[in-house]
């Protein structure tokens, strides 16, 4: 099995700025990609930031040039740096990651419990 942690959410003013963290542990053999995604109340889930095995990266159209998205020093951990932090930014953010883990099978998607991030005008 694979587990993940998230850290980092919370209530900023807009404009301001914050970090989230994700590290994933457990039975992994290869990490293929991590990256968030979020999701409202009612709306589709949605891809903000993902980072790739080989270090490309991705992002939603509506978080170029404010988001960034990195790994940390520690093994299969993730961090996305988010400033100018918009109200519509407000979500919970929810992290992924593509892996292949010891037992017999293909990659799955392992998902994190989600983070709030909340951002007042």
């Known amino acids: 099995q694979v587990q993940l942690v998230e850290s980092g959410g919370g209530l900023v003013q807009a404009g301001e700025s914050l970090r989230l963290s994700c590290a994933a542990s457990g039975s992994i053999f290869r990490v293929n990609a991590m990256g968030w995604y979020r999701q409202a109340p009612g709306k589709q889930r949605e891809l903000v930031a993902a980072?790739?095995?080989?270090?490309?990266?991705n992002y939603a159209d509506s978080v170029k040039g404010r988001f960034t998205i990195s790994r940390g020093n520690a093994k299969n951990t993730v961090y996305l740096q988010m400033n100018s932090l918009k109200p519509e930014d407000t979500d919970v953010y929810y992290c992924y990651c593509n892996a292949q883990s010891t037992a017999p099978g293909g990659a799955m998607q392992y998902w994190g419990k989600g983070t709030l991030v909340t951002v007042s005008s």
């Open positions: 980072i790739i095995s080989g270090g490309s990266t």
